[in-house]
């Protein structure tokens, strides 16, 4: 039962971070929703395949691996994304910019 859990909710977390990928305005906003989606959801889900699949122990190991790999990496490229996206000159579109040099 925890697998079906796990598997649904992985789900859910990648359908809404598709469509945060379509709504939100900016760069940033949308390498936000897709970096959530793809951290979240896809550990969710390999964690669920871990527990579901009828493999032996070497199999499963490789699974939790890949899904700490996952947890280590995607969030370093997305803000290394997003540092080169803000150093190119792409400005987000909110009113108060953190990393502005007029920001005091």
């Known amino acids: 039962m925890i697998e079906y859990l796990l598997l649904a909710f992985g789900e859910v977390v990648m359908i809404f971070g598709a469509l945060g990928i379509i709504r939100f305005p900016d760069v940033y906003t949308r390498l936000h929703a897709?970096?959530?989606?793809d951290t979240g959801g896809a550990m969710t889900i390999l964690l669920a395949l871990a527990l579901y699949i009828d493999a032996s122990v070497f199999?499963?190991?490789k699974?939790?691996?890949l899904t700490?790999?996952?947890?280590?990496?995607n969030p370093?490229?997305?803000h290394a994304i997003a540092k080169g996206a803000y150093k190119y000159g792409i400005k987000p579109?909110?009113?108060?910019d953190m990393y502005a040099w007029d920001n005091p």
Do not use: H
């Open 34 to 37: 897709a970096t959530k989606c």
């Open 59 to 61: 199999i499963k190991l």
């Open 63 to 65: 699974l939790l691996v």
């Open 68 to 73: 700490f790999l996952i947890a280590l990496i």
């Open 76 to 78: 370093m490229i997305s």
């Open 93 to 96: 579109e909110v009113v108060v």
